[in-house]
């Protein structure tokens, strides 16, 4: 059975940081995508940040772009989420999606983001 656990969030003053980590069981390692994506509470799935399964590619949301690192450690079956500067927008629940092809992708449960001070 496919796992994603997200860890790594808390409550953070602005211009802090924080580095989530996904870690993904079940998975076979280098076969799927690894993305982050954000929510508010009643608002739309934002993308933030993808990493490819080579980990070849890497593409960000503007909202991260210059601020955000993704990365990931096939070894563990990790993918992270390295956030600077973190400012109160950026203040929401997120989550950690696999993905190598329709039907065939997971999400977790998420992890809560507090930008506050």
């Known amino acids: 059975q496919v796992q994603l656990v997200e860890s790594g969030g808390g409550l953070v003053q602005p211009g802090g940081s924080l580095t989530l980590s996904c870690a993904a069981s079940?998975?076979?390692?280098?076969?799927?995508?690894m993305s982050w994506y954000r929510q508010a509470p009643g608002m739309a799935l934002a993308f933030v940040a993808t990493?490819?399964?080579?980990?070849?590619?890497?593409n960000f949301a503007d909202l991260a772009r210059g601020r955000f690192t993704i990365t990931r450690n096939d070894d563990a079956n990790t993918a992270h989420l390295q956030m600077n500067n973190l400012q109160p927008d950026d203040t929401d629940m997120y989550y950690c999606?696999?993905?190598?092809?329709?039907?065939?992708?997971?999400w977790g449960k998420g992890t809560q983001v507090t930008v506050s001070g």
């Open positions: 999606y696999a993905f190598r092809a329709r039907s065939d992708d997971f």
């Open positions: 079940g998975l076979p390692p280098r076969r799927y995508a």
């Open positions: 990493i490819s399964s080579t980990g070849a590619t890497r």
